[in-house]
């Protein structure tokens, strides 16, 4: 089974999340399976290039006992709530 392995860019800029997404995508093309992480500025770039990025921010995030808020509710979870 291919290690599933995650790849966490920092939420200040683009850059650092253009760069996580090399990584991320040699670790795929190696036969690995990766799961992406972060906040911020680079979150709608890793969006547009195929990712489900989970938000290490979002604490409650999957808790059965909190309500999704409305973003959640109306977008499948993929938003963000500031």
Known sequence: MPPTIAV???????????????????????GGSVRMAGSGA???FIALNGYDEYDPTNFFNHNQN??????AQTDGGA????
């Open 8 to 30: 966490a860019h920092y939420p200040e800029g683009a850059g650092h999340a253009t760069r996580m997404l090399a990584i991320a995508n040699a670790i795929e093309n190696g």
């Open 42 to 44: 680079g979150t709608e």
């Open 66 to 71: 909190i309500a999704p808020s409305a973003t």
């Open 79 to 82: 938003g963000t709530d500031e």
